[in-house]
């Protein structure tokens, strides 16, 4: 796995760099198979790209939608990551019903969790050891260097084995379900959208602080090591003045 960073002037303009790269990934897929696998994260940087997204060239009904991560709500509530989602690309692109593969969250966590582990295992036609390997991944990162619902500290960050567990994260009394380490490295390609000055001394660690995932999630993937490629899509507040590549 290699990582690569591309750097544009605006959130606008890495938002929608970030959704031209997944658009061109998907449809070389999809030339030559029957379906592409998607797993997209929430927050509010992604709307933008969502939006890019929904109108690229794309034969949606050959696409499979699936969630990095999701909090603990019904898919009504605002803080939902599917709402989001719903709202700027699944109902503008019109993608079936079908091929929308939503983390259950209104469900008791754990439950949620193990729910979607066994749709994923279904979708892939995985034996329960067996990890599945997204054509993409597209991952953000928090000011605390967190991605998917990793955050500092969390014991889960060193688990390679599993697809998916429900997670609490103390600091916002929040319960949430996200993919694990071992899903996020297998992907053919993961595709990090970041923008914010807030992000800036978080970004500068993961790529040159000592490898250390507990303190630092986004290290998981970030420098590559994993199965396939990293691309960090930036603006220049999240990456800096100096950073040119």
Not at 9 to 14: K, L, R, S, V
Not at 64 to 79: G, K, M, T
Not at 90 to 115: C, D, G, S, W, Y
Request: net charge neutral; aromatic share 8%; glycine share 6%.
């Amino acid at each position: 796995m290699s990582a690569r960073r591309y750097v544009y002037d605006a959130p606008e303009a890495a938002a929608g760099a970030c959704a031209k790269n997944i658009a061109n990934m998907l449809e070389g897929i999809l030339t030559r198979a029957p379906a592409a696998t998607l797993a997209i994260s929430g927050g509010s940087t992604p709307r933008r790209m969502f939006e890019f997204l929904a109108g690229a060239a794309i034969d949606w009904s050959r696409v499979h939608l699936f969630w990095v991560d999701e909090r603990a709500v019904p898919p009504s509530n605002p803080q939902s990551n599917y709402l989001t989602a719903e709202q700027a690309l699944i109902r503008p692109a019109q993608i079936p019903p079908k091929n929308v593969h939503r983390i259950r969250a209104e469900l008791p966590p754990e439950e949620a969790a193990e729910t979607y582990a066994d749709e994923i295992r279904t979708y892939f036609h995985l034996e329960k050891d067996e990890l599945p390997a997204f054509d993409v991944i597209h991952c953000g990162m928090g000011a605390d260097a967190h991605t998917a619902s990793l955050f500092p500290g969390e014991p889960l960050i060193e688990d390679g084995a599993k697809i998916a567990a429900a997670v609490y994260v103390k600091k916002l009394a929040q319960h949430r379900i996200t993919l694990l380490p071992g899903v996020l490295r297998k992907a053919v390609r993961v595709v990090f959208l970041v923008s914010g000055e807030d992000k800036r001394a978080a970004l500068r660690t993961v790529f040159e602080a000592p490898y250390d995932p507990r303190e630092y999630p986004a290290q998981l993937v970030a420098r590559g090591g994993g199965k396939g490629d990293v691309l960090w899509f930036l603006d220049r507040a999240a990456a800096g003045p100096a950073d040119e590549r």
